[in-house]
């Protein structure tokens, strides 16, 4: 069956005039939340069976952008809880239902790379651990949480990933960064909390669910690859945030073109109006290989199809390479609105901080993603788990 279309247009004004004070304070605005909360955006990831929609990748990720035009933030936001939520089906049903069955407006926050430790001893499994600058957390209810699996002599044998409800969580406020001021990143810590075994997802458990993938038995959404659903998480905001630059210079030039008393002005701003020529376009590529890489990868998911390697390594050279391109237009914009655009309350020198701040992500890391998708078109023997960062 397929989804049905999800729209945020009417909440669009709420989250563009609460941008200003939700960076201010370094924290998610509430009544937006709850607005998306309300409207299904968080649960566009979500089992049917659970109460959430099954959206597509496409569908999620533009939903991503049109509120990331608004408010990078809280697009981040969006785009990472959603993820959160898709992982968590790998670990099964059990664990869905903790989640889910008596509130299926949970969200969940994952901070999927090891520096925790889960050991086990005559109780059960036990895990301690801290884990940095876990976006979202703050709003989520329960955690994925990154861990190497301890033997009995204490030796790391395997990585694994835990659920775990807020209540056994510490926080600490890291938020520090000069763009992307209210993704709600905080330190995570948890210590010596018991783990019941369905909420562990092991190495053996993630591998086995990626070999299987590609059955007609589980729901099409869930067929695509970890790395291409969380490296898009951390790409399309960002790509969001240009759009909305775009809107703010255009807005402000189309002021300014009403002041206009003399052809020489109009002259003068030829070269301009070039430059914002030139971030559209970029812009725009960013976005139609958003979409056209994503609806291949749906075709092939549909058809319960393995991706091919260099399809694979294609869509992540594509995800870089576009953050770059809007990182690029985004450059020019700024440039562009001249000293109205780098007031504090001007949109694009906001999203110059986001984009520049995003685009420092390792999943937004060029060289590796670029290099590897030309070995991949040489014919170099590549592995999957080659092209696949731990993030």
Partial sequence: MPSTPLTVAHLMPDIAGAAVETERTRTPSGTVITSLVDAGVFRMMQPRAFGGSESTPLELFSTVRE?????????????????????????????????????????VAAAVMPTGQLRQDRTGLRLSGQWRSVTGCTQCEWLILGALVLNADGVPVEHAQVLVPRNDVRFADSSRTVGLAAVGCHDVAVEDVLIPPWRVSSQRHRSATEQARHLRSIPTVYRHSVTTMYCAAAAVPLIGAAQGAYRAVLDQWNVANQLTQSGRMMIEAEAVHAEIGRAAFEIDTAVLHLERDFAELQSLARSAKRVPIETFTRVRRNQVLSVRLAEVAVDRLVKVAGREGVTMDHPVQRVWRDIHTGASNRANREVDAVAISTRAALGFDIEHSEARPVI
């Avoid at 990472?80 to 008596?102: I, K, M």
């Fill in 67 to 107: 509120i990331s035009s608004a408010c990078t933030s809280t697009g981040w936001i969006v785009a990472a809880t959603n993820v959160s939520a898709w992982l968590l089906v790998g670990f099964g049903d059990a664990a869905a239902r903790d989640v889910w069955e008596a509130t299926p407006d949970a969200l």
